[in-house]
């Protein structure tokens, strides 16, 4: 049994609606004194959507506030319910923190797998999703990936996204090289030509010649959407700009060490332009801030923002010589704060005239 294990917070909604593509069972964890939060009710749809079933586990249960019986009518709500009132949905009650609740949490889930018949080929060419990506500084480009079906072995050729390349390593949750992964194994690949997305699906090919194939092709569909897309939205904004006030831009390079954050991070950062105001991330990518992202931010008036990751001292004096403001962070709120309160700086000025009352002298 592999876990994947997602974010509660808002900024990480991509991310949840992943977790509910690649996986077979939803466990949706529900604090017992809080209830069901809107990313719950998101959870729920993303679930929905793909088709999965879900196991509620009803969190906090040591707590004296805790209220089972209100997350069951709440969840009701939602088309979920449980098997105490007749529906097909089953509820755990767990505490984490007191450890308990949750031998019968995995049983529920064994009992679940039985009940689907989750079957998989492993004497076949693998495929799969990576689950994460980064760039290490020693090994390149690296991604962690989930064999759906199949076994994938060392040395075989992939196609991953856009990128294509022959695995020289793989290792396994407990950091140890290994050889071959089967269905519903998570392994660290090494040896991919660039960074994959989050989400993209990888498939075993025949041939190195195969894999290259494959990914040129894939990246000229991309580009020509790219172009077209760049065409249409400088059209779209030259007419917009004429006779209209000239809206203010606050331009972003994000640097993030994990695929997924960057993913998270735009999408939040795109969600607080406001129409006096707009948001352009001009580069977004994995890895630590280098010369030429201070080069970029210098050069189209931008504002880098880190994302754990930290640039090196000889960076720093760059940046500084080249007058780039870089911000670092590594709470997800901390740069939506202070995006949110740069944005407002960039507001125009209004001005409102209060009358408080009036006197007769």
């Not at 949750?102 to 018949?117: C, T």
């Not at 999408?267 to 707009?278: F, G, I, M, P, Y």
């Not at 997800?332 to 002298?361: C, K, W």
Request: glycine share 8%.
């Amino acid at each position: 049994v592999t876990f994947l294990d997602t974010p509660g917070h808002a900024a990480f909604t991509a991310m949840r609606s992943r977790g509910a593509q690649v996986t077979d069972i939803v466990i949706l964890v529900v604090a017992a004194d809080d209830g069901v939060m809107p990313q719950t009710i998101e959870a729920i749809n993303h679930s929905k959507a793909a088709g999965v079933p879900v196991v509620v586990a009803v969190n906090k249960m040591d707590k004296p506030g805790a209220d089972p019986t209100r997350i069951m009518r709440e969840m009701s709500e939602h088309e979920l319910l449980a098997e105490d009132w007749g529906g097909n949905v089953i509820f755990v009650q767990v505490s984490a923190k007191a450890e308990t609740g949750i031998e019968g949490l995995l049983e529920m889930v064994l009992l679940q797998s039985e009940v689907l018949e989750l079957k998989a080929n492993p004497d076949r060419k693998a495929f799969g999703y990576v689950i994460e990506s980064r760039l290490d500084i020693g090994r390149g480009a690296v991604a962690t990936v989930l064999v759906m079906q199949g076994t994938l072995r060392d040395g075989d050729s992939i196609v991953c996204g856009l990128h294509s390349g022959r695995i020289r390593a793989m290792i396994d949750d407990a950091g140890n090289r290994t050889n071959e992964a089967g269905p519903s194994t998570p392994v660290e690949i090494v040896g991919l030509t660039g960074i994959p997305n989050a989400g993209d699906e990888f498939i075993a090919v025949a041939s190195d010649k195969d894999a290259k194939q494959i990914a040129n092709h894939r990246m000229q569909k991309q580009r020509a959407k790219e172009l077209a897309k760049k065409s249409r939205a400088n059209l779209e904004k030259m007419f917009e700009k004429l006779g209209g006030p000239e809206v203010k831009e606050l331009r972003l390079i994000v640097k993030a060490d994990v695929q997924g954050s960057i993913e998270a991070l735009n999408d939040s950062l795109k969600d607080l332009a406001k129409k006096e105001v707009d948001i352009k991330i001009i580069h977004s990518a994995t890895g630590t801030i280098n010369e030429s992202d201070v080069s970029l931010a210098a050069v189209s008036d931008a504002i880098i923002v880190g994302f754990n990751v930290r640039p090196a001292p000889q960076i720093r004096a760059f940046a500084k010589e080249e007058n780039v403001d870089m911000r670092f962070y590594d709470i997800i709120y901390n740069v939506i704060n202070d995006i949110q309160s740069a944005l407002d700086g960039l507001m125009p000025s209004t001005f409102h005239e209060n009358i408080i009352g009036r006197a007769e002298v």
